[in-house]
């Protein structure tokens, strides 16, 4: 079905959108275009200062904070992360059509998440803006990092309950148990991700300050409490992980697609707190932060879709309505 397609597509056009936007923030294109939507006042960013009129400093001095050096490399960054989130609301938009198409009769609580998504991905856009016109604001950018994890789970909330009509339901024992495991481990896990935004504010602080700014060997050292948190953090959602999984072995299908979930997010978890330690032991390299970021909002999302599973017969009311329109 061309929705199940789209909602597929949909949710990797996102983490894309989010890895665009890692690597806007650890490389420093944030202020790439000081202007929004377009870039320096055109459609497609210039490629050398030459294009630019003689007082672009001037003209853009007050939204650069006086950083007005023009960086086409920085600048086409930015670009690329615009046009990634552009197509991104396209895509969200062609699955709420998808929606109404396929779903509007059947089961419309799948149309209005989609709708929901679409009004979510603009509203992310438009505190995209906002974080621009405001110079990177600290508080501004969690914010814009929180919308974009509800987006995430509405949108995998919407193509799940699509894909329920061809999941197979499983047997699990224990469910409240696991339920409350579950929902211990999205909170935390959602708290690291927004906890990550502070450290990366910290960090921007640190790059603000002319001692340090340009050695990243002593950023983590000079960011204290929040970098402390973080990364104590991290330890305890690992071992969240591995109770999780055991507590799984014991209770579901080793062989089902809920413990192919668990396992892959496990690998998840690792590998993105192996990427935490790397850059904490080796200057944060600015190649290692949006994968970091990635895999954090992608093990959120695993971690929905498994409480969605196990949750089948309650949050996929899908299969019934249509079980009863057949019959």
């Known amino acids: 079905m061309l929705f199940r397609k789209l909602g597929i597509l949909t949710i990797i056009t996102i983490y894309l959108l989010v890895l665009a936007g890692g690597i806007v923030r650890s490389t420093g294109?944030?202020?790439?275009?000081?202007?929004?939507?377009?870039?320096?006042?055109?459609?497609v960013p210039p490629t050398d200062v030459s294009q630019l009129p003689p007082n672009y400093q001037e003209i853009y001095a007050e939204k650069l904070h006086g950083e007005v050096e023009f960086n086409a490399t920085k600048t086409w960054i930015e670009y690329a992360n615009r046009l990634v989130g552009a197509f991104t609301g396209l895509v969200v938009f062609a699955t709420f059509i998808a929606s109404i198409y396929y779903y509007f009769k059947k089961d419309r609580v799948i149309v209005y998440l989609s709708f929901l998504g679409v009004i979510l991905i603009g509203?992310?856009?438009?505190?995209g803006k906002y974080v621009v016109d405001s110079f990177l604001k600290p508080g501004v950018v969690t914010l814009h990092m929180l919308l974009a994890v509800l987006v995430v789970f509405v949108l995998l909330?919407?193509?799940?309950?699509?894909?329920?009509e061809v999941i197979k339901v499983e047997k699990i024992e224990n469910k409240s148990t696991l339920n409350r495991l579950l929902i211990l481990t999205l909170v935390v896990s959602t708290s690291q991700v927004l906890l990550g935004t502070q450290v990366r504010e910290a960090i921007d602080k640190v790059i603000a300050n002319p001692l340090f700014g340009y050695d990243r060997n002593t950023w983590i050292e000079q960011m204290g409490l929040p970098f402390m948190i973080?990364?104590?953090y991290?330890?305890?959602i690992l071992a969240l992980h591995v109770y999780l999984i055991v507590h799984l072995k014991k209770n579901i299908n080793a062989e089902g697609l809920i413990y192919k979930f668990m396992l892959t997010l496990l690998v998840i978890v690792v590998i993105e707190v192996?990427?935490?330690?790397?850059?904490?032991?080796?200057?944060?390299?600015a190649y290692i932060q949006p994968i970091h970021l990635t895999l954090a909002i992608l093990s959120l999302g695993i971690q929905f879709i498994i409480?969605?599973?196990?949750?089948?017969e309650?949050?996929?009311?899908?299969?019934?309505?249509?079980?009863?329109?057949?019959n």
């Open 230 to 232: 973080h990364r104590s």
């Open 307 to 312: 409480y969605l599973l196990t949750n089948s």
């Open 123 to 127: 509203a992310n856009g438009a505190l």
């Open 29 to 43: 294109s944030g202020m790439g275009c000081p202007d929004w939507p377009k870039c320096f006042g055109m459609l």
């Open 157 to 164: 909330y919407s193509i799940a309950r699509a894909w329920s």
């Open 234 to 236: 991290s330890l305890l």
């Open 274 to 285: 192996l990427s935490g330690i790397i850059m904490a032991y080796f200057g944060v390299p």
């Open 314 to 326: 309650r949050v996929f009311k899908a299969r019934t309505e249509l079980s009863i329109v057949k």
